[in-house]
């Protein structure tokens, strides 16, 4: 436990809260957006912050991931998966080829990637403002391969780079106008088998460290109570007021990140 000395008491909270609110949005209930912009921001060694916080979050992903499933397992559709997959392995290769390897063609700093994640986050929360605009202009549509190779290369590129492929999924399930269970059990297993494809790159290229696998270990326990709660929210609770205070936080985080770019 030496290792836990160069943690402050509150960043050991915020890291466990982060994967607290990331759990919940496994389970179902969609606060998970607001987590990396909190665990960059209190990253202790910021001057890597960005790069080091996407590590440490993949395997703790992967975990929460089959967690999740084990409570939605059978509401999953399938099918409507198989058309993004072949192009989210070509995002995620082409991603893990421009800008995550060492000998990256296009070199993203860390400040780069504050300010990608940054930017990410306020789409996210526009994208929530029009939600319901675009509920009502849409009408129910089936998946097919243009659309699926469109959303899945996009969501490989993006979650890749910063975990952040909630709002392509979103726009790619939305049009199918699913029940809640099965547009929650359908995103799940969706990101469970894209974080277990993103291991290799981040493996291979050395950005899942044992550092934080053990810092990961410690806050273990914080990550099956989210996944529970998130299910339970999405079954039992009005989320409107409280998804719209968490959207609100994620602007002012995603704004911070931003000017900590700069």
């Not at 391969?145 to 975990?163: D, Q, R």
Request: charged fraction near 10%.
């Amino acid at each position: 436990m030496d290792f836990l000395a160069q943690y402050e008491f509150l960043d050991l909270f915020w890291i466990g809260l982060s994967l607290f609110l990331t759990g919940m949005s496994k389970g179902g209930f969609p606060v998970g957006a607001i987590a990396l912009p909190i665990l960059i921001l209190v990253w202790p060694a910021q001057a890597n912050a960005a790069r080091a916080a996407v590590g440490f979050m993949l395997p703790m992903l992967c975990l929460m991931d089959v967690i999740a499933l084990c409570f939605y397992w059978k509401h999953v559709k399938w099918g409507r998966l198989i058309y993004l997959m072949p192009a989210t392995l070509v995002g995620v290769a082409v991603a893990s080829y421009l800008f995550v390897s060492d000998s990256a063609m296009i070199s993203v700093s860390d400040k780069g990637l504050k300010l990608l994640i940054g930017l990410l986050g306020i789409v996210f929360v526009v994208y929530f403002a029009a939600k319901k605009w675009i509920l009502r202009h849409i009408h129910p549509s089936q998946p097919f391969w243009g659309k699926g190779s469109i959303f899945g290369f996009g969501a490989g590129m993006t979650s890749t780079l910063a975990h952040a492929a909630g709002p392509v999924m979103q726009m790619y399930l939305l049009p199918q106008q699913l029940d809640k269970k099965t547009f929650a059990a359908t995103g799940c297993a969706f990101f469970w088998m894209l974080n277990l494809i993103k291991l290799i790159p981040f493996t291979m290229l050395g950005r899942i460290q044992p550092e934080n696998l053990k810092l990961g270990a410690v806050l273990l326990p914080v990550i099956p109570v989210g996944v529970a709660l998130g299910w339970w929210l999405t079954h039992k609770t009005e989320q409107k007021h409280y998804t719209i205070l968490i959207y609100a936080v994620l602007l002012i985080t995603s704004l911070t990140l931003i000017l900590k770019a700069f």
